[in-house]
């Protein structure tokens, strides 16, 4: 059974930064595709980065491109994503996800596999 363990959330000061990671277990990820996704109160879970567990592509929602950074370590199991330059906006709970699959999804319906979620606060 897949699980996925977020951790890395808390409280940082406009323009600080934060690495979030997902503990990845259950399987072997190849052929799946990694996501990250945030919510904020009132509001539906958006897309915030995706990369393919085979290879190096990644793809960005265009509010964190050029501030974030989604990586993996086959070693660990275990997804990354490094966020810089930070925004209140981006104050959310962020959620790790996982499909098997070849293409690019970027709604909360197409992955099969979630997180608990951690809590990130931006404010000063």
């Known amino acids: 059974q897949v699980q996925l363990v977020e951790s890395g959330g808390g409280l940082v000061q406009p323009g600080g930064s934060l690495r979030l990671s997902c503990a990845a277990s259950?399987?072997?990820?190849?052929?799946?595709?990694m996501g990250w996704f945030r919510q904020a109160p009132g509001k539906e879970r958006e897309f915030v980065a995706a990369l393919k567990w085979s290879g190096d592509s990644t793809y960005y929602a265009d509010s964190v491109k050029g501030r974030s950074t989604i990586s993996r370590d086959y070693a660990k199991n275990t997804v990354y994503l490094q966020m810089n330059s930070l925004k209140p906006e981006d104050t959310a709970v962020y959620y790790c996800?996982?499909?098997?699959?070849?293409?690019?999804?970027?709604?909360?319906?197409?992955?099969?596999?979630w997180g608990q979620g951690t809590q990130v606060t931006v404010s000063s």
């Open positions: 996800a996982a499909v098997q699959g070849t293409g690019w999804p970027t709604r909360a319906y197409e992955y099969d596999y």
């Open positions: 259950g399987r072997t990820f190849n052929w799946y595709v």
